[in-house]
């Protein structure tokens, strides 16, 4: 079974600085992707940055980075240049490559402090 | 982006009374959709498999002759909450996969309010 833990239920952060959200997970599986999706208000969800777990480099996407250590099975998610459009609910998100299923962890609150 | 949209956005049913929720892809085809469940301030809970043309995988615990779900074109996929009772009160979207890869679109969800 696949498992994702967020040990952060709630984080805050001064606009403008940097802030890193935790997730680990644990799988046997050797071809998966990783994700980190946004949930605003709005209950809308949005992607903010995936990884694919046979790339080393890690991913990054404008002010959002991941630090991605596979043998660790941690995938962090930082965010510089905090906005307070950023303020949200963060999941960290684990897909088996065969099955495309999402298991997701279970979230982090970020609130972004003016 | 592709866009997937959940009909209606919020309803109030009866107890005991069925509710049918809608997903549908408007600018793409899904073969695959999926239906999470979200309580307050909890995480997303996968449901079901929807495939187009065949039967929904189930998650274990979740009754299949409650939440029947239907897969009847390459746009659309149903959910319908029967026999409905207050616990089932939740947050429930759906999300539709692109192609054969692992790229997925989020419908906006639904609340369901049972009373």
């Known amino acids: 079974a696949q498992t994702v833990t967020q040990s952060q239920p709630e984080m805050s952060v001064q606009e403008a600085e940097t802030v890193t959200l935790s997730c680990t997970y644990d799988t046997s599986e050797s071809n998966y992707y990783l994700f980190w999706y946004k949930q605003p208000p709005s209950r809308q969800m949005i992607l903010v940055i995936r990884q694919e777990a046979y790339k080393q480099q890690n991913a990054t996407e404008n002010r959002f980075s991941v630090n991605f250590q596979k043998a660790a099975k941690s995938f962090s998610l930082k965010i510089s240049d905090s906005q307070l459009g950023d303020t949200a609910m963060y999941f960290c998100a684990f897909m088996k490559s065969i099955s495309n299923q999402f298991y997701f962890g279970t979230g982090t609150s970020l609130t972004v402090i003016p | 982006g592709a866009v997937v949209s959940q009909h209606p956005s919020w309803v109030i049913c009866k107890s005991g009374t069925s509710v049918k929720i809608e997903c549908r892809s408007l600018d793409f085809q899904a073969t695959t959709m999926f239906w999470y469940r979200q309580f307050p301030k909890q995480s997303l809970m996968l449901m079901a498999t929807s495939n187009e043309g065949s039967k929904a995988t189930y998650e274990q615990g979740v009754e299949k002759d409650k939440f029947l779900i239907n897969h009847a074109s390459l746009t659309l996929s149903t959910l319908t909450v029967t026999s409905a009772h207050p616990e089932d009160s939740s947050f429930y979207i759906c999300?539709?996969?692109?192609?054969?890869?692992?790229?997925?679109?989020f419908g906006p969800g639904t609340r369901l309010t049972v009373t």
């Open positions: 999300s539709a996969r692109v192609g054969s890869g692992p790229t997925q679109y």
